[in-house]
């Protein structure tokens, strides 16, 4: 996420290209920089954006309508095609890759790689923006001010759905199969997906095991 006036920004990692994770980040971003942005810039991505309805209108995916309004953010969609709309964010993804990548950083856990990009952030700020000619922080200071401020409760990340286990006692999820322990044969299932873990519910809401999701793209 880039603040084109201060030039600031902040990088979370995450293991897929999918809603959970999406949204997990987007609210990761909020935390770090202490609020949200009063307008975001987004191309049409299938976890905002479930039809395109000519240049302005979107239908958007249930899950992020509640997103947005749970944080109270304005959305605006690129034209399709026109990535250029939100030059200065991909910019900046070039900028992180060449810096805060390089030399490749060793990564033991999600909470440790998402802490050493927090750093980088930090580090980043005591830059000089040429367009100002003003340090980044003193910059992003004065935009900070602008953002609105955090929810009170953050908002939970997880997508609902039902299953059945095979005759192994497993459940398919992101092209793997995962071992449900305690689960029997073509038993029907609730799940909690979140971005990081899936916890599996039997029929009387009770959980019956929680399992690390396939983080494998």
């Given at each position: 996420?880039?603040?084109?006036?201060?030039?600031?920004?902040?990088?979370?990692?995450?293991?897929?290209?999918?809603?959970?994770?999406?949204?997990?980040?987007?609210?990761?971003?909020?935390a770090?920089?202490?609020?949200?942005?009063?307008k975001?810039?987004?191309?049409?991505l299938?976890?905002?954006?479930?039809?395109?309805?000519?240049?302005?209108?979107?239908?958007?995916?249930?899950?992020?309508h509640?997103?947005k309004?749970?944080?109270?953010?304005?959305?605006?969609?690129?034209?399709?095609?026109?990535?250029?709309?939100?030059?200065?964010?991909?910019?900046?993804?070039g900028?992180?890759?060449?810096?805060?990548?390089?030399?490749v950083?060793?990564m033991t856990?999600?909470?440790?790689?998402?802490?050493?990009?927090?750093q980088?952030?930090?580090?980043?700020?005591?830059?000089?923006?040429?367009?100002?000619?003003?340090?980044?922080?003193?910059?992003?200071?004065?935009?900070?001010?602008?953002?609105?401020?955090l929810?009170?409760?953050?908002?939970?990340?997880?997508?609902?759905?039902?299953?059945?286990?095979?005759?192994?006692g497993?459940?398919?999820?992101?092209?793997?199969?995962?071992?449900?322990?305690?689960?029997?044969?073509?038993?029907?299932?609730?799940?909690?997906?979140?971005?990081?873990?899936?916890?599996?519910?039997?029929e009387?809401?009770?959980?019956?095991?929680?399992?690390?999701?396939?983080s494998?793209?």
């Amino acid at each position: 996420m880039s603040f084109p006036y201060s030039n600031a920004a902040y990088l979370v990692v995450l293991p897929r290209e999918n809603l959970t994770c999406f949204l997990e980040g987007l609210k990761q971003l909020f935390a770090q920089a202490g609020g949200v942005p009063r307008k975001l810039w987004f191309d049409n991505l299938s976890a905002a954006v479930a039809t395109i309805k000519g240049h302005v209108e979107r239908e958007l995916t249930d899950m992020f309508h509640r997103f947005k309004l749970h944080y109270r953010f304005e959305a605006v969609f690129c034209n399709p095609g026109a990535g250029h709309e939100k030059g200065n964010v991909e910019n900046k993804v070039g900028t992180s890759r060449r810096n805060w990548f390089v030399p490749v950083p060793v990564m033991t856990s999600w909470e440790q790689i998402n802490q050493q990009m927090k750093q980088k952030a930090k580090k980043a700020m005591e830059h000089d923006y040429y367009k100002h000619k003003r340090p980044i922080r003193s910059l992003w200071e004065e935009e900070q001010e602008k953002l609105l401020e955090l929810p009170r409760d953050p908002f939970e990340v997880v997508h609902l759905e039902t299953a059945r286990l095979d005759k192994y006692g497993n459940i398919h999820m992101d092209r793997e199969r995962l071992s449900v322990p305690g689960g029997g044969a073509g038993q029907l299932v609730s799940l909690k997906v979140y971005w990081d873990r899936v916890e599996v519910m039997d029929e009387a809401h009770e959980t019956i095991a929680v399992l690390p999701r396939p983080s494998s793209l």
